[in-house]
C-alpha cells in the first residue's frame, strides 16, 4: 500500500509570482528507486494538452518510508487561468519510483492569490 | 463553465480507452500474429482507431515488441525530412512500427514507407479505408456507444441525454459530437 503526501508550509495554496512555496513531502512504498517533486502547469480544455516543468527537485538515496522538504522559486508566470476554452493549472507532483507512485497538490499563482477567471468562465 | 470544470475536456475525453468486449483484445492481438503482424484497424473519422492504436501499443511491448509510434494527420501529412530514412536505419524483428493516419500517404509515399520499413518485425496503421494493409479490425460507432461514453463523462444529474440527432449530425463521428458537447456545456 503506498501512501504520498505532500504538505505546503503554512498550508498555503495560493502564492504571488515570484514568491517561493515550500513544504514537506512523505511517502511510504514498497520499493522506492528514485524520488522527486515537480512545479509544473498543465492546461485543460478543448484542445490538445500543454504541461511545462518548470522545476524538479530530486532527493537522493530515498528510502521505502521517508520524507523531505523541498523549496520552489515560482516563476513570474503564467497565471492560474480559466476561460471557457482553456484552463492552465498550477501543481506540485510528487513521483516516486518504480511504479510511477504519484501524489498531486493544486496551487495557485496570480498577482491576486486567485485564479483569473475570464468571460462565460467567471459567471 | 471554466474549461477546467468540463467535463467534456480533451484529457477527460481521451481518458475514455476503446471500448472492447471479454476476450476480444487476445483475440485481436492472436489475429493480429496469423497476419504476421502487418494489419490494419479501418474505420471513419472519431471511430477510435487512434485510440485503439494506442491501446494495443502496450499489449504489443509486453509481448517483446519494440513499438515506434509515428503519427500523420492533415495539418502534417509527410513524415519531417530524414526522419524515415533515420528509423529504418535502426529497424529489426524485434521493432513494431505503429503509423496513426496512414491514409495521409499517397501511393508512392506508401509504397516507399513500406519500403523503409521492411525490416521491421511488424507495422499496424490507422487508416479511413481498406487495402492498404489486412484488415485487423474495422471500428465503428453508434448512438448507444455515444451514449455511453457521455453517460461516463458527464454526472446524470447534469440531464445531459445523447440525441440521435447529435451522432447523425456528426456522421457518426463521436470525437466530433463530444467536442460539441464541450461547447454546449462552455456557454453554461
Given at each position: 500500500?503506498?501512501?504520498?503526501?505532500?504538505?505546503?508550509?503554512?498550508?498555503?495554496?495560493?502564492?504571488k509570482?515570484?514568491?517561493?512555496?515550500?513544504?514537506?513531502?512523505?511517502?511510504?512504498?514498497?520499493?522506492?528507486?528514485?524520488?522527486?517533486?515537480?512545479?509544473?502547469?498543465?492546461?485543460?480544455?478543448?484542445?490538445?494538452q500543454?504541461?511545462?516543468?518548470?522545476?524538479?527537485?530530486?532527493?537522493?538515496?530515498?528510502q521505502?518510508?521517508?520524507?523531505?522538504?523541498?523549496?520552489?522559486?515560482?516563476?513570474?508566470g503564467?497565471?492560474?487561468?480559466?476561460?471557457?476554452?482553456?484552463?492552465?493549472?498550477?501543481a506540485?507532483?510528487?513521483?516516486?519510483?518504480?511504479?510511477?507512485?504519484?501524489?498531486?497538490?493544486?496551487?495557485?499563482?496570480?498577482?491576486?492569490?486567485?485564479?483569473?477567471?475570464?468571460?462565460?468562465?467567471?459567471? | 463553465?471554466?474549461?477546467?470544470?468540463?467535463?467534456?475536456?480533451?484529457?477527460?475525453?481521451?481518458?475514455?480507452?476503446?471500448?472492447l468486449?471479454?476476450?476480444?483484445?487476445?483475440?485481436?492481438?492472436?489475429?493480429?500474429?496469423?497476419?504476421g503482424?502487418?494489419?490494419?484497424?479501418?474505420?471513419?473519422h472519431?471511430?477510435?482507431?487512434?485510440?485503439?492504436?494506442?491501446?494495443?501499443?502496450?499489449?504489443?511491448?509486453?509481448?517483446?515488441?519494440?513499438?515506434?509510434?509515428?503519427?500523420?494527420?492533415?495539418?502534417?501529412?509527410?513524415?519531417?525530412?530524414?526522419?524515415?530514412?533515420?528509423?529504418?536505419?535502426?529497424?529489426?524483428?524485434?521493432?513494431?512500427?505503429?503509423?496513426d493516419?496512414?491514409?495521409?500517404?499517397?501511393?508512392?509515399?506508401?509504397m516507399?514507407?513500406?519500403?523503409?520499413?521492411?525490416?521491421?518485425?511488424?507495422?499496424?496503421?490507422t487508416?479511413?479505408?481498406?487495402?492498404?494493409?489486412?484488415?485487423l479490425?474495422?471500428?465503428?460507432?453508434?448512438?448507444?456507444?455515444l451514449?455511453?461514453?457521455?453517460?461516463?463523462?458527464?454526472?446524470?444529474?447534469?440531464?445531459?441525454?445523447?440525441?440521435?440527432?447529435?451522432?447523425?449530425?456528426?456522421?457518426?463521428?463521436?470525437?466530433?459530437?463530444?467536442r460539441?458537447?464541450?461547447d454546449?456545456?462552455?456557454?453554461?
Amino acid at each position: 500500500m503506498n501512501d504520498l503526501r505532500i504538505e505546503l508550509a503554512d498550508s498555503r495554496r495560493a502564492f504571488k509570482p515570484g514568491e517561493s512555496v515550500e513544504g514537506r513531502v512523505t511517502w511510504t512504498v514498497d520499493r522506492a528507486s528514485s524520488a522527486e517533486v515537480r512545479l509544473f502547469w498543465y492546461t485543460r480544455g478543448k484542445g490538445t494538452q500543454d504541461v511545462g516543468i518548470v522545476d524538479t527537485v530530486a532527493f537522493p538515496n530515498p528510502q521505502t518510508t521517508d520524507q523531505r522538504t523541498f523549496r520552489f522559486a515560482l516563476p513570474d508566470g503564467p497565471f492560474t487561468f480559466s476561460g471557457t476554452l482553456v484552463s492552465i493549472i498550477w501543481a506540485i507532483e510528487l513521483i516516486v519510483e518504480p511504479g510511477s507512485s504519484a501524489e498531486r497538490r493544486e496551487i495557485v499563482i496570480s498577482p491576486s492569490g486567485r485564479e483569473v477567471v475570464v468571460g462565460h468562465a467567471s459567471t | 463553465m471554466r474549461a477546467r470544470d468540463n467535463p467534456f475536456a480533451a484529457d477527460r475525453v481521451l481518458s475514455i480507452r476503446y471500448e472492447l468486449g471479454e476476450g476480444q483484445a487476445g483475440r485481436l492481438l492472436a489475429r493480429l500474429e496469423r497476419l504476421g503482424y502487418r494489419a490494419a484497424i479501418v474505420g471513419p473519422h472519431g471511430a477510435g482507431k487512434t485510440t485503439l492504436l494506442e491501446d494495443l501499443e502496450q499489449p504489443l511491448a509486453r509481448l517483446g515488441f519494440r513499438v515506434v509510434h509515428l503519427r500523420l494527420d492533415a495539418e502534417h501529412r509527410r513524415f519531417p525530412r530524414g526522419r524515415l530514412s533515420q528509423l529504418a536505419a535502426g529497424l529489426g524483428a524485434r521493432d513494431l512500427v505503429c503509423l496513426d493516419g496512414a491514409e495521409q500517404l499517397d501511393w508512392a509515399r506508401w509504397m516507399m514507407f513500406r519500403w523503409r520499413i521492411r525490416r521491421a518485425g511488424g507495422v499496424l496503421i490507422t487508416s479511413h479505408r481498406p487495402g492498404l494493409l489486412p484488415t485487423l479490425i474495422e471500428c465503428t460507432t453508434s448512438p448507444e456507444l455515444l451514449d455511453r461514453i457521455v453517460s461516463r463523462l458527464a454526472p446524470p444529474t447534469d440531464g445531459v441525454r445523447t440525441p440521435q440527432e447529435l451522432f447523425k449530425r456528426h456522421h457518426g463521428n463521436v470525437r466530433d459530437a463530444l467536442r460539441e458537447l464541450y461547447d454546449v456545456y462552455a456557454a453554461r
